[in-house]
């Protein structure tokens, strides 16, 4: 039954996650950790962390982890994980896959008209709102901690986070190295 759920989960999510991976983070979190319960938060803030560090798509990526946790945590088995894994990645991938096959034709033909000019303007601020939202979620205790339980770690981590922004945006250093940086700092200062 798991399977056929995580199925249609994560294919909805798939169909109706505009803005790529990013902004299929809150729809994910909001299905696999609030709706189904299929894992904690905490959990989702390190699937997050992992899909980001891992080559590949980061919703692609977090379908996959989020897949196997859910069927690990429901007690079926690291073999049965696999499957579960695979079950969420091919629905997350399918909705676009059938989607591309039957519009490419006629999206080339219709790209000048109007009516899908305005259509495409309207989804652009949906998409920035979904990237926002999904950025504000993984502003958590989990990433962060909290300045009354551990003061130290969170301000660490708030510094971190300034640094990176300003590293990335400001300097434009390649955010591959600002990850090296950054968990190397985590590593001398949180350790």
């Known amino acids: 039954m798991i399977f056929l759920t995580l199925f249609i989960t994560?294919?909805?999510?798939?169909?109706?996650?505009?803005?790529g991976g990013y902004g299929m983070l809150s729809l994910i979190q909001t299905e696999v950790v609030?709706?189904?319960?299929?894992?904690?938060?905490?959990?989702?803030?390190?699937i997050v962390a992992?899909?980001?560090?891992t080559p590949g798509p980061i919703g692609i990526n977090s379908a996959t982890y989020c897949g196997?946790?859910?069927?690990?945590?429901?007690?079926?088995?690291h073999t049965m994980a696999i499957?579960?894994?695979?079950?969420?990645?091919?629905?997350?991938?399918?909705?676009?896959?059938?989607?591309?096959?039957?519009?490419?034709?006629?999206?080339l033909k219709y790209m000048k008209n109007p009516v899908v000019e305005s259509i495409f303007?309207?989804?652009r601020p949906a998409?920035?709102?979904?990237?926002?939202?999904?950025a504000l979620l993984l502003m958590n205790r989990e990433n962060f901690s909290s300045i009354h339980e551990?003061?130290?770690?969170?301000?660490?981590?708030?510094?971190?986070?300034?640094?990176?922004?300003?590293?990335?945006?400001?300097?434009?250093?390649?955010?591959?190295?600002?990850?090296?940086f950054a968990g190397f700092a985590g590593l001398l200062l949180l350790y």
């Not at 196997?68 to 088995?77: E, I, P, Q, R, S």
């Open 68 to 77: 196997f946790t859910a069927v690990k945590n429901a007690g079926l088995g």
């Open 50 to 53: 992992i899909s980001q560090m």
């Open 127 to 134: 998409v920035v709102g979904m990237l926002a939202a999904a």
């Open 83 to 107: 499957l579960g894994s695979a079950t969420a990645t091919l629905a997350l991938m399918l909705p676009s896959f059938i989607l591309m096959i039957l519009i490419v034709r006629m999206f």
């Open 121 to 123: 303007s309207g989804l």
């Open 150 to 180: 551990n003061p130290w770690h969170f301000w660490i981590s708030v510094a971190l986070f300034i640094a990176t922004w300003i590293g990335t945006r400001v300097m434009r250093i390649n955010p591959i190295l600002m990850l090296l």
């Open 34 to 46: 609030h709706n189904h319960q299929w894992m904690t938060s905490a959990e989702f803030t390190n």
């Open 10 to 19: 994560f294919f909805e999510i798939g169909l109706f996650g505009f803005g």
